[in-house]
């Protein structure tokens, strides 16, 4: 649907089967400034020392670009077709993949006066998380680039689950997070060679395999305030990007984005896994001619990219948020412009609409 | 030339006196020269304290059985592609413990698992948790469980119960304790448990034979969990049976008997043929 008059028809929500409410996140590209505040955000509370250093479970990464793990587009994994019958092969990422944990001489230079520039000590990395940051594609005036900020999908179909021979990754039934069994995982890393986003590491450490929590104990409310929260990654984000909810929630806003105007998309859906993390597509301005001129009808960023990304649904999503763009500047009512420039925080978290049930 | 009758009397005496012992001996040894081990016997040893070392000297005299190992069926990518095709297993038993010692060829001694693609060799042994019950070879059934005794390159062993594939629980504390060499592009893994146990461990008292199994995982090739290669059921033949069954000393008994008498015979024809006296 892409009107406003698509509030008024039915509409239905796919969610895996045995789970009561699906958790889900909408991530507005347009709005992500690169900051990295979600990537410290999660990494403080949740991937600090214990063998968790080279983790990120929320990154953010230049696209086009290699992304981190290194190439994990290419890493294989998910499903053959969604019948959901046959998984793809997936590959286990080589640890320089994904960069290393490498020790700065912050102290040094902060405290000690040191000359010297800021570097990993005694290592020559070639690569690393955000290596190709602000790369992107394309030659001047055409050049562009932009971010994409990447947590677990917390997938309707998720194929780590499926790889997993004991078991160990679960759907919850409550919300739909996916979890490692900590008691029940032995590190075999099927699930890290069977999730296509790459968001299931192994920590060997440990010698089990962990990934995003989807940040559960905050959205139940077990922090010490007690308070239920939004994600780390959403609530500490500058530009407040995120939305979370569930995508269940049909007065929601991430239900209206997702299922109603159809403008949030999952990331690679040809992975079949069906995610429950949206994208609102990046719109960027028109190319320029030499002389600096908008080219009208030519698309900064390349289309078909944004297809090989998103999906074919991406030409409609975008000529959706256009058409309403158009009817705001026109001086019309736009719910999806409203919901899109956020004019109504409190709709931002909808994490406490299920506690009745 | 003239032959001296008494001393070829003596000859022909000396010679079926030294067919006679051929045969008796014969029938002793042969068995135990030829394959008269009853299929998937693992016979068990006596050793002292020191079989806790898989190079130690006692394993020497262990019989050792040579086992054919194959793709476990399971349902993981790769599972059927395995890279160890045989292993070598010794049993034995002293006065309080039990010993199992594996041993397989592997070129790279996989000790680490601490980057995401590294695995560690590793190596199990199977037995039922019943004793009188031989459960499914593929990690048990939920009625008819296996005690697994486990050991990977890197150092660690665990001692599992499991009661079909994906149903591996550890215990609180192993009871088995290992050691583990690798030389010349071979590991041999040394286990060794007390005997007598009861609860979910298997009882290795020597009160019936108990069945054996054995897995194998090459670490560098990406074996881990299903996919692995594993042996048939053997049985450890620590019962108070014979050793063998009866029916063999006394067919080989016979055959030597028989031999013996051909060859009396021939001789005394041949003697005959030439005119010799008797």
């Given at each position: ?164 021979p004991r ?17 029940r995982c032995r590190g075999y890393?099927y ?16 010698k ?150 | ?39 998937n016997?693992v ?9 806790t070392?898989p ?10 059985v040579d086992l054919a190992l194959s793709s476990a069926p399971s349902?993981l990518?790769?599972a059927?592609?395995v890279s160890v095709q045989r292993a070598q297993v010794r049993a ?6 039990a010993f199992v010692r594996v041993s397989w060829v592997d070129?790279?001694a996989d000790r680490?698992a ?5 695995f560690a060799d590793a190596v199990a042994v199977q037995f039922p948790e019943?004793e009188?019950?031989r459960p499914p070879i593929a990690m048990g059934g939920?009625?008819n469980r296996v005690n697994v005794w486990y050991w990977t390159g890197t150092g660690r062993t665990e001692e599992l119960l499991a009661g079909g594939a994906g149903t591996t629980t550890s215990f609180?504390r192993s009871a088995v304790s290992t050691e583990a060499v690798h030389?010349?592009?071979q590991w041999h893994v040394a286990f060794a448990r007390?005997?007598?146990m009861?609860?979910n461990r298997t009882?290795l ?5 108990v069945d054996v199994a054995v897995a194998v995982w090459n670490g560098s090739y990406g074996e881990r969990a299903g996919r692995k290669a594993v042996s048939e059921w053997q049985y450890l ?42």
């Amino acid at each position: 649907m892409s009107t406003d008059d698509a509030a008024q028809e039915e509409t239905h929500v796919d969610i895996a089967d045995g789970v009561d409410h699906q958790v889900a996140m909408v991530m507005d590209l347009n709005k992500c400034i690169g900051c990295q505040t979600c990537t410290v955000a999660c990494k403080t509370l949740w991937t600090e020392g214990g063998g968790r250093d080279y983790m990120y479970w929320n990154n953010v990464e230049t696209k086009p670009g290699e992304g981190y793990p290194k190439n994990w587009e290419e890493s294989g994994g998910g499903w053959k077709s969604e019948e959901h019958s046959e998984r793809q092969p997936g590959e286990i990422p080589e640890k320089e993949r994904y960069g290393g944990d490498w020790e700065f001489n912050h102290s040094e230079i902060m405290y000690d006066g040191s000359d010297e520039p800021l570097r990993p000590q005694n290592v020559d990395p070639e690569w690393g998380p955000n290596w190709d940051e602000d790369q992107g594609a394309g030659e001047y005036p055409n050049s562009y680039y932009f971010y994409l900020p990447r947590i677990c999908n917390h997938c309707t179909h998720p194929s780590c689950v499926e790889a997993c021979p004991r078991k160990a990754l679960y759907k919850r039934e409550e919300d739909g997070i996916v979890l490692v069994d900590q008691e029940r995982c032995r590190g075999y890393r099927y699930c890290v060679e069977g999730c296509p986003y790459k968001k299931v590491y192994y920590n060997a450490a440990k010698k089990k395999s962990e990934k995003c929590i989807f940040c559960y104990p905050r959205i139940e409310g077990e922090g010490p305030d007690e308070e239920v929260h939004a994600t780390a990654c959403a609530e500490e984000c500058p530009p407040q990007l995120r939305l979370v909810g569930y995508l269940d929630d049909e007065d929601g806003p991430i239900y209206k984005l997702v299922e109603e105007y159809e403008v949030a998309l999952p990331l690679h859906p040809e992975f079949e896994t069906v995610p429950n993390v949206y994208y609102i597509p990046p719109y960027a301005p028109p190319q320029h001619d030499e002389g600096g001129e908008s080219v009208r009808g030519v698309d900064r960023i390349p289309r078909d990219y944004l297809e090989e990304l998103f999906g074919d649904r991406v030409n409609q999503a975008l000529d959706t948020i256009e058409k309403h763009r158009d009817r705001t500047r026109r001086g019309e009512e736009s719910e999806l412009m409203e919901i899109l420039q956020d004019k109504n925080p409190a709709q931002q978290y909808r994490l406490e609409v299920f506690d009745d049930d | 030339m003239m032959i001296d009758g008494d001393s070829g009397s003596d000859r022909s005496w000396l010679a079926v006196t030294a067919l006679v012992v051929l045969a008796v001996v014969g029938a002793a040894l042969l068995p135990s020269l030829s394959s008269a081990r009853p299929a998937n016997e693992v016979p068990v040893g006596e050793v002292g304290a020191n079989a806790t070392d898989p190079t130690a000297e006692a394993w020497t005299t262990v019989p050792n059985v040579d086992l054919a190992l194959s793709s476990a069926p399971s349902g993981l990518p790769g599972a059927s592609n395995v890279s160890v095709q045989r292993a070598q297993v010794r049993a034995a038993t002293n006065d309080s413990h039990a010993f199992v010692r594996v041993s397989w060829v592997d070129d790279t001694a996989d000790r680490n698992a601490s980057d995401p693609r590294e695995f560690a060799d590793a190596v199990a042994v199977q037995f039922p948790e019943n004793e009188s019950a031989r459960p499914p070879i593929a990690m048990g059934g939920t009625s008819n469980r296996v005690n697994v005794w486990y050991w990977t390159g890197t150092g660690r062993t665990e001692e599992l119960l499991a009661g079909g594939a994906g149903t591996t629980t550890s215990f609180n504390r192993s009871a088995v304790s290992t050691e583990a060499v690798h030389e010349d592009g071979q590991w041999h893994v040394a286990f060794a448990r007390e005997a007598a146990m009861a609860g979910n461990r298997t009882d290795l008292s020597g009160e019936q034979d108990v069945d054996v199994a054995v897995a194998v995982w090459n670490g560098s090739y990406g074996e881990r969990a299903g996919r692995k290669a594993v042996s048939e059921w053997q049985y450890l033949a620590m019962g108070p049976g014979p050793q063998g069954p009866p029916y063999e000393t006394i067919l080989w008994t016979v055959a030597g008997l028989a031999v013996l008498f051909v060859a009396v015979v021939t001789i005394e024809g041949v003697r005959r043929t030439r005119g010799e006296p008797a």
